[in-house]
């Protein structure tokens, strides 16, 4: 009953969302893009660090992959930007395999710092390439409007988000929250760790690629170190973690709420938006370590002592 | 007898301490199995040996008439070898059901597709181990004694040929000893062969068909529970080793 509110209230946002660029200015609508692509790449991350467990790093090489992907692929192979978009994918899911296999099998922090090196060392190597441009990038053709990248921007949102659906109510999903709730538990109760692990990132990659290629794309230029910044993974992390990780809405629901804060951050008081934005993150972060998903899930319940509970059990 | 399990020669090796050291039995089919030795003396290698979770520097591991050296666990996993762990690892985040249900979605032969029927069977085996009245709790809300039945729950789940059993009956008080030792004995009656570690002497000499000592990574005796309980040699390794 609780879920079929929740899911056509999922259905009536969609809907919603997708009117929006008939009504709203060209400054929303960009604002929206990057809403939209930032929820996508939070739900990306959300299937390897949310679901499975694993910090990755990586995401923001799997973004940087898609936009050289499908940046190359129009321009040095003339292909259409529909195939671009699957040529970028293709690429970030091959890379997400290959380096799954070789990362996947380090936990925690070792991980999350593996991972780390390896968008530094994208960096360095799309610099060096000629077919990528070297450092100085690649420029696209220009498309006009924003419309088309709206909406494929919440197409993205909406597919990403049907896939988590799909993986937390099957027997693939389980596997993945076996494994990141005890590993060596799972793996002896029968979980193939090492293949559920690298499916997880491959499909986190796919997502994450198609995000950077939208973007490419629309902002019609790309550069190896906007291209594969870390910055985006940490983002990415922060919007997942505080809509809730391991949860089917909350990362989605987690990038609308702090790009709407960010955005009338910088709007109203620019010089100390970061500075605000922080403080935000922080006391979420105290307050409600499991994110908006849990919050909802047990406020009821607990009321204000919610909050007290946390705050003892983080030991602030 | 009809041998499940067969080991021969093995040995562990942990840089300079063997804590398996040319181990040798066979496991019949129905057969519970007691294995006993002091602190430290490679009980729980031996299962991790078994299951996957470590590999032996030496020595021959067959189950059903088939080589599982060098298997990763959940292999052997879907062959039917089920485990528990003596130091428990539940799925903290997960009800006790899905907990158990993880059991049935990948055990034996690769476990049940289904997710509704996997949560069935968990049910069913959380009413047999008496868990039943905490299947939407999560797991880390349980304590002790449950936690050990959880770990029980999860391994039977698995439908399996072969079940290691390390320590579940650690820490229950008399009443809760007969219980498990009643389950122990309904699951081997099922025709699963059972391998069981235990310090719980009375328990143990109640339960098992066969004893095997351990000492030092060495099996020291092997034989029905009066015959090794009086031999010599593992009256001194408790006395001279004395736990507790
Ligand atoms: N991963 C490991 N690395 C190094 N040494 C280990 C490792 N695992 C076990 N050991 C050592 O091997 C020996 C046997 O340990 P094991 O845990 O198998 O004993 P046990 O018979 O299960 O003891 P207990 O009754 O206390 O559970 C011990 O000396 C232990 O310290
Ligand atoms: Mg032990």
Known sequence: ?316 | MDAVLSVNGLSKRFSGLTAVAHVSFELGRGEILGLIGPNGAGKTTLVNLISGALEPSDGELVFEGRSIGGLPPFRRAHLGIGRTFQIMRPFPGLTVRDNVAVGALFGTGGGERDLAKARAIAHEKLDFVGLARVADRPADALGGPDRKRLELAKALAMNPRLLLLDEVMAGLNLSELEEVIAIIRKVRDGGVSVLVIEHVMKAIRSLSDRLLVLHHGEMIAEGTPEHVLEDPAVVEAYLGKRRE
């Not at chain 1, 893009?33 to 390897?48: E, H, R, T």
């Not at chain 1, 935000?280 to 909802?296: N, S, Y």
């Open chain 1, 1 to 316: 009953m609780r879920a079929r509110v929740v899911v056509t209230l999922c259905v009536v946002v969609a809907v919603l969302l997708a009117g929006v660029p008939w009504i709203a200015s060209p400054a929303t609508i960009e604002f929206g893009i990057n809403m939209l692509l930032l929820a996508a790449l939070a739900q990306s991350w959300n299937i390897i660090g949310g679901y499975t467990g694993y910090p990755s790093f990586g995401n923001s090489v799997f973004y940087g992959l898609g936009s050289y992907g499908t940046a190359v692929a129009m321009l040095s192979w003339q292909l259409p930007f529909g195939v671009g978009l699957v040529v970028g994918a293709v690429i970030a899911v091959v890379f997400a395999l290959l380096l799954g296999r070789a990362v996947l099998r380090l936990r925690g922090h070792y991980f999350a710092i593996c991972t780390l090196g390896v968008a530094e060392v994208m960096t360095a190597i799309v610099s060096n390439l000629e077919i990528t441009g070297r450092n100085q990038g690649l420029v696209l053709p220009l498309l006009k409007g924003n419309v088309l990248f709206y909406e494929l921007s919440l197409a993205l949102v909406v597919v990403a988000t049907l896939v988590v659906w799909w993986i937390a109510r099957s027997r693939f999903g389980f596997g993945l929250v076996a494994i990141r709730e005890n590993e060596e538990a799972a793996a002896s109760m029968g979980v193939d760790t090492t293949r559920y692990k690298i499916f997880a990132f491959a499909i986190s990659a796919a997502i994450g690629a198609v995000a950077g290629g939208i973007h490419a794309y629309w902002i019609t230029f790309i550069d190896p170190v906007s291209a594969f910044d870390i910055g985006l993974n940490v983002k990415m992390i922060i919007m997942a973690v505080f809509g809730g990780p391991g949860s089917i809405l909350g990362p989605v629901v987690g990038a609308f709420v702090l790009s709407a804060i960010s955005e009338v951050l910088s709007s109203e008081i620019s010089t100390v938006a970061g500075l605000f934005f922080g403080i935000v993150i922080v006391v979420a972060v105290v307050f409600m370590p499991r994110g908006i998903a849990d919050l909802l899930r047990r406020f009821h319940t607990y009321r204000w002592r919610y909050f007290a509970a946390n705050v003892r059990a983080t030991r602030v």
